[in-house]
């Protein structure tokens, strides 16, 4: 199985920055992608951003130009760095990786625990 650690969230004033990590382990054979989600209070759970083992980001719209992501492949770790912070990303963030790991054949989804970001208004 995969197991995932959350750090990095906080309360932080509009403008300010965070940056939220994750790391991997278990008895992982590859993980593809690695992202973040977040739910804020009355909603619903939605993608933040993702990158594949390749590189390749994906953005939600709210947070293009503000957020970025990235992962360090050998350390099985996912970043989410967090600029210009609005009252309205106020959330917690889940991380989200799917993974396949040895002994199984198909792929299966992981969530972190999550991690509170705040910004008050």
């Known amino acids: 199985q995969v197991q995932l650690v959350e750090s990095g969230g906080g309360l932080v004033q509009a403008g300010g920055s965070l940056r939220l990590s994750c790391a991997a382990s278990g008895s992982i054979r590859s993980i593809d992608p690695m992202g973040w989600y977040r739910q804020a209070p009355g909603k619903q759970r939605e993608l933040v951003a993702a990158?594949?083992?390749?590189?390749?980001?994906n953005y939600a719209d709210p947070v293009k130009g503000r957020f970025t992501i990235s992962r360090d492949n050998a350390k099985k770790t996912v970043y989410l760095q967090m600029n210009s912070l609005k009252p309205e990303d106020t959330a917690v963030y889940y991380c989200?990786?799917?993974?396949?790991?040895?002994?199984?054949?198909?792929?299966?989804?992981?969530w972190g625990q999550g991690t509170q970001v705040t910004v008050p208004s």
């Open positions: 989200y990786v799917r993974g396949l790991v040895f002994g199984r054949a198909v792929w299966d989804e992981y």
């Open positions: 990158v594949s083992s390749g590189g390749t980001t």
